[in-house]
């Protein structure tokens, strides 16, 4: 087991991080990150010498095509299925207000 982590500690951690809890919070934490940091405690314990460094679990390469544009003729049928449309383009409600007043 790591060292014994303090709630003053977790609390640190925590705010450093931008976070809040009320006591409750930080009695149930402080024993969880304590068993945290004890689990990275054992890893380090392990004899990884001469282990080589693996940088994907299989053996798979991606296989990448030509990324080309087709004509499918498929616009219709595409509009069709969204919820609305204006002068064959799907309409989306705004989410940035450009007006000078703030009024929509």
Do not use: C
């Not at 982590?5 to 976070?19: C, G």
């Amino acid at each position: 087991m790591a060292e014994k982590i303090d709630r003053q500690e977790v609390q640190h951690v925590a705010n450093l991080a931008k976070l809040s809890f009320d006591d409750q919070a930080l009695s149930k934490i402080t024993p969880q990150l304590e068993e945290i940091i004890g689990l990275f405690t054992d890893l380090q314990k392990v004899d990884t010498d001469g282990v080589e460094p693996m940088y994907s679990p299989t053996t798979e390469v991606n296989v990448m095509r030509e990324d080309k544009g087709i004509r499918s003729n498929q616009r219709e049928a595409l509009l069709k299925n969204a919820p609305d449309t204006q002068d064959g383009l799907i309409k989306v409600p705004a989410i940035i207000d450009e007006s000078e007043d703030g009024d929509k």
